[in-house]
């Protein structure tokens, strides 16, 4: 896991704390991102502004897919099992204030050099006193369901009786700012936890086929179309407590960065399994 934390020793003037994670294996992929900012300023106007960005991408690329059966080629969907949560708060405690929190999902998925995309992605903005929180919401309708879900992806266009390559991108990002604008508080939150996970079905086939069609790879463990893997998990990064967290962001500012009008802090990882 990857972190970073930001704060005032011994107050809680401002603070940041961001956190990403993921794991993949041949058949699945999990990520998670956590941002938090927030705190207080004085009456003098400055703008100062707190901001956390997490960022976690994770892939997993098999090589010796293949499609069996009579025929040429065929139009085949892959399904993908997706389990997880986002969620976003941007609250402003008094004074004038400007505050905004994002999470978001993407998954990208290529077959013979095809790419398919889809995204989910949420934003809510607070300024204090006015005027109310907003909301802004882009979600591709394959992800716009409750979740866990089966996503079918595709069509895609393969050869049969030839091994292709499956590659699968799943990237997680949660963004937490705000800023006092003259004197207040107030803090922002957000995380796209999808931690456990995106993985082949362990129960259903792996690829929506023609009749008549099987799918198999070695690599990856699908047998018969069945996949017979295990779904990685990635470490949560949540914070169970945050009150407790942001006195721990406090006292240990001084491993992190000085005070300046800007603080900006951001974690990534990147995991890739082949």
């Not at 905004?100 to 809510?124: C, D, G, M, P, Y």
């Not at 893997?229 to 942001?246: H, K």
Request: aromatic content about 6%; hydrophobic content about 40%.
């Amino acid at each position: 896991m990857a972190e970073s934390i930001a704060g005032e020793p011994g107050t809680t003037d401002n603070y940041a704390i961001c956190r990403s994670s993921g794991a993949a294996n041949a058949g699945s992929a999990a990520s998670a991102s956590y941002a938090l900012a927030g705190g207080s300023w004085g009456q003098q106007p400055s703008g100062k502004q707190i901001q956390a960005l997490s960022v976690a991408t994770v892939r997993f690329t098999i090589d010796d897919m293949i499609v069996t059966g009579v025929g040429n080629s065929a139009e085949i969907h892959l399904n993908l099992v997706l389990s997880g949560e986002d969620s976003r708060t941007s609250e402003a405690l008094t004074g004038t204030v400007a505050g905004r929190a994002s999470a978001s999902i993407q998954l990208t998925v290529t077959i013979k050099n095809h790419q398919e995309q889809l995204r989910r992605w949420f934003t809510t903005r607070v300024t204090a006193p006015d005027p109310p929180e907003m909301e802004e919401v882009y979600n591709d309708p394959e992800l716009d369901v409750p979740l866990p879900a089966t996503i079918s992806i595709g069509p895609y266009t393969v050869s049969l009786n030839q091994p292709f390559e499956v590659e699968v991108n799943m990237y997680t990002y949660a963004s937490a700012q705000f800023a006092g604008i003259n004197g207040g508080s107030g803090e922002s939150e957000a995380w796209s936890d999808y931690g456990s996970t995106l993985h082949f079905p362990i129960a259903g086939p792996v690829f929506t086929l023609p009749a008549g069609l099987t799918t198999s790879s070695v690599s990856a463990g699908v047998v018969d179309n069945a996949w017979t893997g295990t779904p990685a998990q990635a470490a949560a990064v949540r914070l169970p407590e945050p009150g407790l967290a942001l006195s721990q962001a406090c006292a240990l500012v001084a491993l992190c960065l000085a005070r300046r009008r800007h603080r900006f802090i951001r974690p990534y990882i990147h995991v890739r399994a082949c």
